[in-house]
């Protein structure tokens, strides 16, 4: 059984690496990510009707073939059950919201795949829809957490973690704030919510030694977004191993789980047993590219450059439209002809530039300074993919 009281007591001592106020308490602030990244995907949550008319500042495609059919959600839940192309199934997903502002599934399940195909910033613009549907929806609260936790933006984290325990947990009283002409820096809203979560572990006792392993989960990401990696990592490995059923351990979210344990152990330096996580992941779910990509992040730094370069195009590839197997499935369904470089357009809208920074700085590494040169978001995966084979 996880100590709680060893837990926070660790957490008194920390002090304030770096004191920053915050700019904008409601606008999104980015910070260094640390080496991997969490990511997380609930159980099907509730649907909640709004009408059509529901505005949104959701950046939609301005081509989208997807908007062609009359049922996108369901072809995107269709690639999703299929192991399919996630970036693809995206497209579906936004039609469908685009479609009906109001259809709660489909903005969770952008969110959802957006963060697993590194578009992270615009994951959580499809959250933020999501919640406004449903303010209270604990799968969408601890989603946008794990999303602020990715960017670095611990002080949004910290808030959607305080929402979320306080609306699983109503028992749990949250300390008020002192006044002060300041705002609140980030080591303050963590000592205001690490005490909530410890009463919410001891309220969620259900037989003997087993705790809520949602409770578990979320304060694995407390303690991830607070840089205290082994206890987080001894949250999300207890989630793994509980026999407690519950929203966050379910089957189809064990690859999840293992992705954030395999985040920890390498902020840690333990690479193999990081490697072994991230294996995990992957065995259940292939085509999870934030995955792959923490993999090749990894073994750069474990300064393993080739296998790392290998790892981070095998997530490029797993996460690109023109090439997909997916590609001819979605025209035929759509009945529409669209060009490879209009789906490469599309593709990369949105998409971040980490790992093209790996895979160059992995390039430098093997002193291929021409692959380097090469390297961005128009290359040819297939043909650096033979090069790469060459060393």
């Given amino acids: 059984m996880l100590d709680w009281d060893d837990i926070f007591a660790s957490l008194e001592t920390r002090t304030e690496a770096d004191v920053e106020h915050l700019r904008d308490i409601v606008k999104h602030q980015n910070a260094v990510a640390t080496q991997g990244e969490l990511v997380h995907e609930s159980a099907q949550a509730e649907y909640v009707e709004i009408p059509k008319a529901h505005k949104t500042n959701y950046p939609f495609q301005t081509e989208n073939p997807f908007r062609e059919i009359a049922n996108p959600f369901e072809e995107g839940m269709r690639i999703i059950e299929a192991d ?18 109001g259809h709660f599934d489909a903005w969770k399940m952008l969110g959802s795949v957006l963060s697993e195909v590194e578009r992270e910033d615009t994951a959580i613009e499809a959250l933020n829809e999501a919640l406004k549907l449903s303010p209270t929806n604990l799968d969408i609260i601890m989603r946008l957490a794990i999303s602020h936790t990715n960017e670095g933006a611990s002080t949004f984290a910290y808030e959607h973690l305080e929402k979320w325990i306080t609306t699983k947990y109503p028992q749990t009283t949250i300390p008020e704030l002192e006044a002060s002409d300041c705002l609140p820096t980030s080591l303050q809203l963590l000592d205001r919510i690490k005490d909530p979560f410890l009463q919410a572990a001891r309220l969620s006792v259900t037989n003997g030694n087993d705790f809520d392993p949602d409770v578990q989960v979320g304060l694995g990401v407390l303690l991830f977004s607070a840089r205290e990696f082994q206890l987080a990592a001894d949250c999300f490995s207890a989630a793994i191993q509980s026999s407690v059923p519950g929203a966050l351990n379910t089957e189809s979210q064990l690859h999840l789980l293992w992705n954030r344990y395999g985040a920890c152990l390498g902020n840690m330096d333990q690479y193999d047993e990081a490697i072994k996580a991230y294996e995990m992941a992957l065995a259940i779910r292939p085509n999870f590219v934030r995955a792959k990509y923490n993999l090749g992040l990894l073994y750069y730094n474990k300064n393993e450059p080739l296998i790392a370069a290998k790892t981070v195009l095998e997530a490029l590839i797993a996460g690109d439209i023109a090439e997909s197997k997916d590609r001819a499935a979605m025209l035929k369904v759509v009945q529409v002809g669209i060009s490879h470089g209009k789906l490469e357009e599309i593709m990369h809208r949105g998409e971040p530039s980490s790992m093209y920074d790996t895979l160059r700085k992995c390039c430098g ?9 090469v390297v961005g978001p ?12 060459k060393l």
Avoid: R
């Fill in 84 to 101: 399919g192309n996630l970036s693809v199934a995206a497209l579906a997903f936004e039609a469908a919201c685009e479609a009906d502002s």
């Fill in 365 to 373: 590494s093997l002193l291929k300074w021409d692959l380097m040169e």
């Fill in 378 to 389: 128009n290359m040819d995966l297939q043909w650096f993919h033979h090069e790469l084979n």
